[in-house]
């Protein structure tokens, strides 16, 4: 609450710090160990890659993206490679008559993680993120800085960490697996995949490399401190605070949060159509904690509570 200087990770969370604080934020992302993620000039035979790095059981990594953008694309036109954090995943449970089409790796250990993306790389293919939220998407950094396109959403500042059309392709969410096609479009020509390859290390190595966010660090630290000393500017800090809490809560976000749930409520539904019992249990538990009013309807009450029941004894 009385700090000498306040970091954010990007833009976009600088924005929700500010209100908190009356010290300048200042924008430095964390580092990529550029040693251990680099390219590789291992050949590949095979179709590209389509590679997915996450936590298949946190509702925010939105794996059920994942699996429609699988559906959609033409079967054998990419090979796709999962790999989950989730020890418990199971590639049937999750991509159910999919799972035939993709190669599930389950969790990779950190060390073997720069071959998982120098293998997406030299195939010509692309990592892909289906994250809602994230603090900050470091497997898309170590991605790059292995010379690996990436296809992001439009969420938690990715634009300012992936430059559209040049080191991948940003997707708006809105538009879910019509986006990511024009993306994954948009990067099969093998000039434009090695042009983006190239510009993916070479922004890691400039923005994110140890030595770049040291000195940016060691900048900030020595500027004289800004800590609030005096008992005025304490309670001017406090009265701030206080008002900051007595806000109204901001108009985008009372309609971010029913969407949210909304779109959680429709893939319970479908993941319950196709018997993915525990992917609909975690889509419904994502849309309770997202706007727990959009369950006021009668049928989807009842579903609620059939598809909970169900999950718990099956």
Not at 39 to 53: A, D, F, Q, R, Y
Not at 65 to 76: C, N, Q, S, Y
Not at 124 to 143: H, K, R, Y
Request: hydrophobic share 40%.
């Amino acid at each position: 609450s009385n700090a000498d200087a306040v970091v954010a990770l990007t833009g976009w969370w600088a924005e929700k710090i500010r209100p908190y604080t009356d010290l300048p934020l200042q924008v430095i992302g964390n580092p990529v160990d550029l040693d251990r993620f680099q390219p590789s000039t291992e050949p590949h035979s095979g179709p590209p890659i389509l590679g997915w790095v996450g936590r298949s059981a946190d509702p925010n990594k939105n794996i059920a993206r994942l699996r429609d953008l699988i559906g959609a694309l033409p079967e054998g036109r990419y090979s796709v490679h999962v790999a989950d954090g989730n020890v418990r995943a199971d590639a049937g449970e999750l991509f159910g008559p999919l799972a035939g089409r993709l190669a599930f790796y389950g969790q990779i250990g950190y060390p073997e993680m720069p071959h998982f993306y120098q293998r997406i790389a030299a195939s010509g293919g692309m990592l892909v993120s289906t994250s809602d939220d994230e603090a900050f998407p470091m497997a898309v950094l170590e991605a790059m800085a292995c010379g690996c396109p990436v296809l992001v959403p439009d969420a938690w500042g990715s634009d300012e960490i992936v430059e559209h059309g040049v080191t991948g392709y940003v997707y708006r969410r809105q538009e879910g697996v019509a986006g990511m096609l024009r993306g994954l479009v948009a990067f099969e020509a093998p000039s434009a995949h090695r042009t983006a390859s190239v510009a993916s290390r070479a922004v890691v190595e400039s923005r994110y490399s140890l030595r770049a966010v040291t000195d940016q660090y060691l900048a900030l630290l020595s500027q004289p401190s800004r800590r609030l000393d005096t008992p005025a500017q304490r309670a001017a800090w406090t009265l701030r605070s206080l008002a900051f809490y007595l806000r109204p809560v901001p108009h985008s976000m009372t309609h971010y949060r029913p969407r949210r749930a909304l779109e959680a409520l429709d893939r319970a539904v479908r993941a319950s159509k196709e018997g993915l019992v525990l992917q609909c249990r975690a889509e419904l538990m994502r849309a309770l904690s997202s706007f727990p009013p959009v369950f006021l309807q009668s049928w989807r009450a009842k579903f609620l509570v059939r598809a909970l029941l169900l999950s718990r004894y099956d």
